[in-house]
């Protein structure tokens, strides 16, 4: 049943994905047709760093939502009467900074890795991500390590109502803010290299 529905979270994140590269083709291709010089648009180190910022704008919005579920928390069921949909705009947010982040990742490795190294590069940026899984599990383990007393069950227990979520959301919030910081040093360091075909344009070229 895990298998399954894992499967399915990456069928959905692929073709999230491939749609809004076909739908930043055709508002590409709109934009060219009002300008002289062709529009290159935004390179693959600035979709990563946008991918950054819409992250942290996600975890502070569900941090904020969390704050106000707990307000309208119900004393006798432990539930609340917030309505689920204040989730959507956040869940939206993760999936716009997915599609900046991982495929301007893959772009990056793909276009700018040497010719007998670009397997080899993306594979690597899938290994990354998949560390990535592992350190948030690490993180949320050392959290709930630190903040639980024998009066409070810690940030996140089994019952999200007696705990603070939105802390962890804000934690988040901040270490991300870290790595972007980091992130633009570095950038600011590379100096490109002439490229090849992209992958985002070898993507939509399969839908044509």
């Given at each position: 049943m895990e298998a399954?529905?894992?499967?399915?979270?990456s069928l959905r994140n692929y073709s999230y994905c491939r749609y809004c590269l076909k739908a930043e083709k055709e508002i590409k291709t709109l934009v060219m047709l009002?300008?002289?010089?062709?529009n290159k648009g935004h390179t693959e180190l600035q979709r990563m760093g946008i991918g950054l910022v819409i992250t942290v704008m996600a975890m502070i919005s569900a941090g904020i939502v969390e704050i106000y579920r707990l307000k309208h928390k119900e004393s006798v069921s432990n539930s609340s009467s917030l309505s689920i949909f204040w989730q959507v705009p956040q869940y939206m947010m993760i999936g716009?900074?997915?599609?900046?982040m991982y495929v301007g990742q893959?772009?990056?490795f793909n276009s700018h890795a040497p010719t007998g190294l670009k397997?080899?590069?993306?594979?690597?940026?899938m290994a990354s991500i998949s560390l990535g899984n592992y350190v948030s599990s690490l993180l949320v383990s050392i959290v709930m390590k630190i903040s639980t007393r024998e009066d409070f069950p810690g940030w996140i227990p089994g019952n999200l109502s007696k705990g603070h979520l939105d802390r962890f959301y804000f934690l988040l919030?901040?270490?991300i803010a870290a790595d972007f910081v980091v992130y633009l040093v570095c950038a600011k360091w590379y100096k490109y290299i002439?490229?090849?075909a992209?992958?985002?344009?070898?993507?939509?070229g399969e839908e044509v």
């Open positions: 399954c529905q894992s499967l399915c979270m009002n300008k002289t010089e062709p716009a900074s997915e599609v900046f893959l772009e990056f397997s080899f590069a993306s594979a690597l940026c919030a901040g270490l002439k490229s090849e992209s992958f985002s344009e070898s993507m939509v």
